[in-house]
């Protein structure tokens, strides 16, 4: 596929009808599953592409990235809503609690006390999630699954933070299902309704497992310079 070939606007469509067909026979409603469009690395002309089409859900890695590419798009589609899908550091909390609507990637107290006293002092609320590192990789970011139940409990009673789901990255060398499972699992035990789970190789079996949303980058976008 050469970049030039690549179309958003028909990926997003076909994207949306697997979706659909894959909720349904999941007995899941057809609107259970939000597209996140991983937009790092790829140009505005592209991500323009997708707004055309209607997409509104964008997920970016890095702070810096997204407060580069960004405020431009917000001012002609005020109705975007962004979401930090990568690590959080401490010092940029500040600037990503003015960029982002929805943070995935709370992962540390820290994290969670820099983000309780830039969202009061800012008189912003983020919709977050906590990330898990679901299949306990060293080299992913994310709580420990077996932590996870005491990290919610910490930043709601510590910080009085509102966490409102779970996010994962299983790892890449094994079939997702039972990562997917497992995350669903801890969600459910903790009243958790939002869980960011599934990427271009499989958002499919995630939806079915129960994600309310799915990031994906290459599958709408093509691969990333
Ligand atoms: C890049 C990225 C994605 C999208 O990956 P694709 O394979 O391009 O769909 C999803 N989630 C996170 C956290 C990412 O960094």
């Not at 790092?40 to 707004?51: D, F, H, T, Y």
């Not at 001012?75 to 959080?88: A, H, V, W």
């Amino acid at each position: 596929m050469s970049p030039n070939s690549i179309d958003p606007a028909a990926n997003l469509r076909a994207i949306n009808e697997e979706l659909n067909s894959a909720l349904k026979e999941a007995g899941r409603k057809g609107d259970a599953v939000t597209i996140t469009a991983v937009t790092k690395k790829q140009n505005p002309e592209r991500i323009l592409l997708a707004l055309a089409a209607g997409q509104r859900v964008f997920g970016e890695n890095r702070v810096q990235e997204a407060q580069e590419k960004w405020p431009a798009l917000r001012g002609q589609f005020p109705d975007i809503e962004l979401r930090l899908i990568g690590p959080l550091q401490s010092n940029k909390a500040a600037d990503a609690v003015r960029l982002f609507d929805v943070i995935e990637t709370v992962d540390r107290p820290k994290i969670a006390r820099a983000l309780a006293q830039e969202m009061e002092k800012q008189g912003r609320r983020l919709k977050l999630l906590v990330q898990v590192n679901i299949g306990e990789e060293d080299q992913k970011a994310g709580v420990a699954p077996r932590e996870a139940d005491a990290f919610l409990t910490l930043c709601h009673e510590q910080y009085g933070l509102t966490i409102d789901g779970l996010m994962c990255i299983p790892p890449a060398d094994e079939g997702p299902s039972p990562y997917f499972a497992l995350l669903a699992k801890i969600a459910a035990r903790n009243n958790l309704a939002e869980l960011s789970m599934g990427m271009s190789a499989d958002y499919v079996i995630a939806a079915q497992l129960g994600a309310s949303s799915v990031r994906i980058g290459t599958g709408i976008f093509g691969p990333r310079p």
